[in-house]
């Protein structure tokens, strides 16, 4: 892979994802040495710039580049200039001035990182802009599903269930899953489902619908799920009533401990995927998110290694010194 930025899934074709998925795998070994470093990207700055809070994102990105002794700096918009009014373009050209190699930016504005790539030299990865896409989260999905699945997800199928309207996760997702052979399946209430989700779903091969229990009982054995990811509702982007309350919302759209126990007479020990953080008892119950199936806390093993790899495929090129890439 020869990019420059990561700023969208659609970015990546299928051999591009394939590569960052077998890289990560050999990162994720680094995670059981006793001593978690490798000499690749040493040299390099990296800027974790966020404007959104995030604990699982920006914590895995610095344990990312510090495991590749890269010199990781997390920057706050809370604690930067920006909080004094200082626009996005002035605070990402003043860090850029200080000569550093790549950004992780997570922005509350949809396209936010497309527009920073315009305006800085160095790599620019998006760590989530507004409800638009997350892709590193569509790839530690990816790679969680492909070690939980036997490898491949060609036909597989994968049901994403909840919040779509505010969701930059399975925007990312129905994305890297496709191009990764899978079926994809999204299931929302019609108020939580995006504008012109049907002309979209099209386009990019996937299928939509409302009624959870028909998708997860599904009659033939084809079309049942292989697996389940439930997101987020996200309180706080809503400005309006997407639901009568929060108890019926549980009722058609949560995997509660009735739906879950129903799911596993259909599909024995499917995984069960969130990215995290969760609502327990509004989307997910506390027995779906501690279930021996789940693979939550996976999903958080492999972001550290995912992010290694993205950031090895655009830090560590031909054009960096050959001590940065002896790790490769």
């Not at 990561?6 to 077998?22: N, P, W």
């Not at 229990?213 to 439930?230: C, I, K, N, Q, T």
Request: glycine share 8%; hydrophobic share 40%.
């Amino acid at each position: 892979m020869t990019r420059r930025h990561l700023l969208s899934s659609a970015d990546l074709a299928r051999d591009e994802v394939e590569a960052i998925l077998t890289t990560a795998q050999s990162m994720h070994d680094v995670q059981r040495r006793e001593v978690k470093k490798l000499p690749t990207l040493r040299g390099r700055t990296i800027i974790n710039l966020f404007f959104e809070d995030s604990t699982r994102t920006r914590s895995s990105f610095e344990i990312a580049g510090k495991w590749m002794s890269a010199d990781t700096i997390n920057i706050a918009a809370k604690g930067s200039s920006a909080s004094k009014g200082e626009s996005l373009r002035d605070t990402v050209k003043t860090i850029c001035a200080m000569s550093v190699d790549a950004l992780v930016i997570r922005h509350n504005a949809s396209g936010a990182c497309h527009q920073v790539a315009q305006w800085v030299d160095a790599s620019v990865i998006n760590a989530g802009d507004g409800t638009h896409e997350h892709p590193t989260q569509a790839l530690l999905d990816a790679y969680t599903l492909r070690g939980r699945l036997g490898g491949s997800l060609d036909g597989r199928h994968v049901v994403i269930v909840g919040d779509l309207a505010h969701s930059r996760v399975f925007r990312s997702n129905v994305i890297t899953l496709g191009r990764l052979g899978a079926r994809v399946t999204v299931v929302a209430p019609p108020t939580l489902m995006p504008s012109g989700i049907g002309a979209w779903a099209a386009r990019d091969g996937f299928a939509t619908a409302w009624d959870l229990d028909d998708v997860l009982d599904a009659a033939s054995p084809g079309d049942r799920p292989d697996a389940v990811m439930m997101l987020r509702v996200q309180r706080e982007r809503m400005s309006g009533g997407f639901f009568p309350t929060e108890r019926e919302y549980t009722a058609g759209y949560g995997l509660t401990r009735e739906r879950l126990a129903h799911l596993y007479a259909v599909v024995p020990d499917i995984p069960i995927l969130h990215p995290g953080p969760m609502n327990r008892g509004l989307e997910i119950s506390a027995e779906a998110a501690d279930a021996t199936s789940s693979v939550i806390l996976e999903q958080v093993s492999a972001g550290v290694a995912v992010r290694m790899a993205v950031l090895y495929h655009l830090l560590a090129g031909s054009d960096a010194p050959s001590e940065k890439a002896e790790a490769s």
